[in-house]
Antibody
């Protein structure tokens, strides 16, 4: 059974940093691209970052480019999201997702972790 | 960015057929996907590549479309289908989601 378990969320002040982790199990982690997608309270979904299966390439929308960094440790089956210079608009539930190769859709989602950016 | 437009809400009776639309601001070929999100839960994949049913998803769900106009159909609707449905495109960077259609049962 595929499982994605996110940790690391919490309350953080604007301008500070936070690092999320996602531990994967039930599949061969290093065969899959992985991504983060977020959802602000009561709002829709927004893709945040993706990483290739080797970790050699990463992709971001303009809204987080230069502030967020996605990475992975294939030996530990773990995905990360380093979030710097956090803003109030980054407040959201962050989901770790597994990507289907070649078509960039998300076939498995974690339960999500809440990040609140507030002073 | 490619904007995906969905109707905000729909209300149907159990046993009826419902179609949920998603219109893209530019062509996305057939790289359109649909997700279901029940209250308090993470989204789950229903349909990928416009018309392919994800494993384990009931055959009551189907998808169609190409280019800029896409449809998710549920026939017949059941009480358990109360949820918000999102479309997502992966043809144009950045990948984007629609605003979601909240389906309510009468």
């Amino acid at each position: 059974e595929v499982q994605l378990v996110e940790t690391g969320g919490g309350l953080v002040q604007p301008g500070r940093s936070l690092k999320l982790s996602c531990v994967a199990s039930g599949f061969t982690f290093n065969n899959y691209w992985m991504s983060w997608t977020r959802q602000a309270p009561g709002k829709g979904l927004e893709w945040v970052a993706s990483i290739t299966n080797s970790g050699g390439s990463t992709y971001y929308p303009d809204s987080v480019k230069g502030r967020f960094t996605i990475s992975r440790d294939n030996a530990q089956n773990t995905l990360y999201l380093q979030m710097n210079s956090l803003r109030s608009e980054d407040t959201a539930t962050y989901y770790c997702t597994r990507d289907e190769l070649g078509a960039y859709y998300f076939d498995y989602w974690g339960q999500g972790v809440m990040v609140t950016v507030s002073s | 960015d490619t904007v995906l437009t969905q109707s905000p809400a729909l209300a149907v009776s159990p046993g009826e057929r419902v179609t949920i639309s998603c219109r893209a601001s530019e062509s996305v070929s057939t790289l359109m996907h649909w997700y279901q999100q029940k209250p308090g839960q993470q989204p789950t994949l229903l349909i990928y590549l416009a018309s392919n049913l994800e494993s384990g998803v009931p055959a009551r769900f189907s998808g169609s479309g190409s280019g800029t106009d896409f449809t998710l159909t549920i026939d017949p609707v059941e009480a358990d289908d109360t949820a918000t449905y999102y479309c997502q495109q992966s043809w144009n960077d950045p990948w984007t989601f629609g605003g979601g259609t909240k389906l309510e049962l009468k």
